[in-house]
């Protein structure tokens, strides 16, 4: 009879479900850590055998000492095995504890790799991977030299927050020091880099032994940054099946988690094609699923699901058993999401028999379309933008200062 593992999943935000409900169909106990706030919502409660919470501290944060000092005197009756960050803010939180109480998986060093923008640009430029051009702000002097060798406009942004949140543009050297001056304390927290007018592209993967056994590649219609500062209508679609920028992404992903130090995991990764040179860029990656159901259009397009199949992937790992891919399909899937105006949207406005999925949230609309052909991913995404912005379509405002 296999051994029952413990697995300590830890999610600060409300995601994950399939992998918890994966994870117990494994076979394995799950327990799940997450804030305080959010205990009622519709967690996978069937698949979690304990919940710990944790409460955030006035400015939002939580205290990683008051988690290892409850885990510790959980851990007194209850052993654990592998412990999962299943949120980009909860990697480095996983980590810590992985070291502190010497459980086997990505330890602090690499897991900073997965989580801050600064240390992934100068690992990649390391291994040779093309980046923007870029600064720390640590000390006046080379903030001084960056702008001297620089073409404007550039980004601030900070060095561990995740998606477009804090980032701040600006257009000559006297913006920057401004923002650098403004920033006071907290400039180490930020990075500088160069802005690179391109298409931004996002690749999906499963790393098991080092190597991606499963990779879709993706571009983003509308980036991240747009949708957040320009109150855009959030969109993608998978690209060609083995066309050049299908192939060239598989190669540059590959490259980036081998000199990450990528052994088994789920990975997210962003790349941009340079408008002006039409070469592949390295943005940034993360160590978990991508955020804003790109899960599912993933799954919609290849019927690989990555919450689920990553939860396996770490019960194989922990078994030290061989772990197999299902069969992976090769069709063409695109995602289109939006605030909108009114509390509740008729998903039916999206009526074409490609819908496979339509989001049901409050102050949301989205949808998901699947089709052997590409092109019609790509009209009907553009059909439901225009649906969309006619009668649905609204923006919030992004704060242009950093949060304290």
């Not at 040179?277 to 019927?303: P, Y």
């Not at 078994?319 to 299902?326: A, K, Q, S």
Request: glycine share 6%; hydrophobic share 40%.
């Amino acid at each position: 009879m296999t051994k029952e593992l413990t697995f300590l999943c830890i999610s600060t935000y409300f995601k994950g479900n399939e992998f918890l409900r994966a994870c117990k169909q494994a076979g394995n106990r799950v327990f799940l850590l997450t804030n305080k706030k959010l205990e009622h919502r519709p967690w996978a409660r069937e698949a979690v055998d304990e919940f710990f919470y944790v409460e955030e501290k006035p400015d939002g944060s939580i205290d990683i000492q008051e988690i290892i000092l409850g885990l510790g005197y959980a851990m007194r009756s209850r052993k654990i095995d592998r412990i999962v960050a299943l949120d980009d803010f909860d990697v480095e939180k996983a980590a810590h504890l992985r070291e502190h109480f010497r459980i086997p998986g990505m330890g602090q060093t690499t897991g900073r790799l997965f989580r801050d923008k600064l240390a992934m640009r100068m690992k990649a430029e390391e291994a040779g991977i093309n980046v923007p051009m870029f600064s720390s702000l640590f000390n006046d002097n080379d903030v001084f030299e960056f702008t001297q060798k620089v073409q404007f406009p550039c980004v601030v942004k900070p060095r561990s927050e995740a998606s477009a949140t804090g980032i701040r543009k600006v257009h000559n050297s006297e913006q920057l020091w401004e923002v650098v001056h403004y920033l006071g304390e907290r400039r180490p927290e930020y990075l500088v880099e160069q802005f690179r007018p391109g298409d931004v592209y996002h690749v999906d993967s499963l790393t098991v032994g080092g190597q991606p056994i499963f990779t879709r590649c993706s571009r983003y219609l509308s980036t991240p940054m747009e949708v957040a500062h320009g109150g855009g209508v959030f969109r993608s679609m998978t690209v060609e099946v083995g066309s050049e920028e299908d192939l060239a992404l598989k190669e540059m992903n590959e490259q980036v988690l081998k000199a990450f130090g990528m052994k088994f995991s789920a990975s997210h990764t962003e790349f941009i094609r340079d408008h002006e040179t039409g070469k592949f860029i390295f943005l940034e990656t993360a160590s978990r699923v991508g955020g804003a159901h790109l899960a599912e259009m993933v799954e919609a397009a290849t019927g690989i699901n990555l919450w689920r199949e990553w939860a396996n992937i770490e019960t194989a790992m922990a078994r030290n058993l061989e772990y197999t891919l299902p069969e992976v399909q090769n069709t063409y899937a695109g995602i289109l999401i939006s605030l909108t105006r009114q509390r509740y949207t008729d998903p039916m406005i999206f009526d074409d028999s490609e819908v496979c999925w339509r989001m049901d949230e409050e102050f949301h609309v989205g949808v998901i379309v699947k089709s052997e052909s590409q092109e019609r991913v790509k009209e009907l995404l553009d059909k439901y933008a225009q649906v969309v912005f006619s009668g649905y379509h609204a923006s919030a405002p992004v704060p242009d200062k950093p949060t304290n």
